[in-house]
């Protein structure tokens, strides 16, 4: 008879391969109940947004009055809606501009906003959007603006039915800046952009030579003053240059600074500015600059922009960072050059009839007035060009007048008849 301890051993041997078996059997069963993953819901994502639109520049996406804020809409069919919001107002410095957008069964709510109001002044944008996975049927689509938030802004809000119109806008009126800056709105400037520093030489084949300190601007027709500060004096290291730009009737006043003087040098670097809102007229124009010696000529003139819609003013500058003035030899050579240069752009002032031919002021009398009229065709000049070459010789003659005491006879040089004779325009009364 087998001993307890045998038996033992016998049963162990016996049950444990099949115990081993069964556990291997149970492990390769799984009896969790399978869950199924949700299918993707949609989702929305800011593809892209446009620079800084000037008061005067068209919309990126579509050509939209600077005081419509305006939503577009594309639905593919296909679960793709694409919106373009024009117009959208964000700092002029946004850094990042980011969105946050939220579907919630059928309302989509885009939230934007921007990294840092990094410069002194708003603008424009023009920005895409893309949400994808999205069912037809009738949704509203609520925007929510950073600088959109008073009372008096209208929420801009479209509702949308993708199954029977898959393309559409909507738009709000907002006449407060940024917006509405077109048509005599509110008058507001701001520095659009700088560029330098500049060395301080002679800019061969250009106007902009680095003894002089030029503001020049150009006046266009919905009432927007463009204007540029050429050789502005700053540290080389400006940090970040701003300016303070007031309107007081009449008078127009930028007073320009910088951040910091990060350099042991001073340059010269080229501003750029915008003013709103500004109806034609007579006005006083001044800058206040940082580096100017006592008894420097302010940058500082009257015009009509109604009878000067383009124009340059220069003072004279001979120290430090703009380089002293030329020799009146060099001068005078300079002034000639300028000259060839506005020859070459009337070139032949070539007619078919009357209504081609013009006329304009030339050179800066010590005692006033112009020198004489250039004649020249419409049909066969660039106009744009021939005044701003003009503009530009007159205030450098003006400029000369004051450093090397040039004189002149005090008559008056009267606007000339023209008219086109043999194909050509030409003076007809050489005594006027």
Sequence with gaps: MESARAWSARIVSIYLPLLFVLLVIGCGEDNT??????????????????????????AAISEMPSDQDCLSYRYDGQGVLTLDHVNAGFNCCPGEISAEITIEGNTITITESEEGAY???????DLEYRITGLDPGEYTIHVIEP???????EQLECTADLSTSPEGSCCVTRTHYPWGMEGGG??????VGYDGCKAATYAAGTDDFSDIDCMEYEYINNNVLLMKHVNAGFNCCPGKITADITIDGNVITIVEHEAEQGCHCLCLFDVEY???????????????????????????????????PRFRYCADRGHYPWRQGGTEAEDRARLDRLK?????????????????????????KPCGGPWMYLVYSISSTDVGLLVGKVNAYNAFNRV?????????????????????????????????
């Design 33 to 58: 109940e399978t869950i199924k993953p949700e299918p993707p819901g949609p989702s929305g994502t800011l593809v892209k947004s446009s620079e800084c639109k000037q008061f005067t520049a068209a």
């Design 119 to 125: 410069c002194d002044c708003n603008c424009l944008f």
């Design 147 to 153: 600088y959109a938030t008073g009372p008096e802004d």
């Design 186 to 191: 509110q008058q507001v400037g701001r520095l």
């Design 274 to 308: 915008e003013i709103a809102g500004i109806t034609p007229g007579t006005y006083l124009i001044r800058v206040t600059e940082l580096y100017l010696n006592e008894g420097d000529e302010p940058l500082e003139f009257n015009t009509d922009l109604a009878i000067r």
């Design 340 to 364: 060839r240069e506005i020859d070459e752009v009337i070139g032949t002032p070539a007619c078919s009839g009357e209504g081609a031919c013009r006329s304009i002021a030339f050179g800066d």
């Design 400 to 432: 000369l007048n004051g450093r090397h005491d040039w004189c002149s006879d005090c008559l008056f040089v009267g606007e000339p008849q023209i008219g086109c004779r043999k194909g050509v325009c030409v003076k007809l009364d050489q005594t006027r």
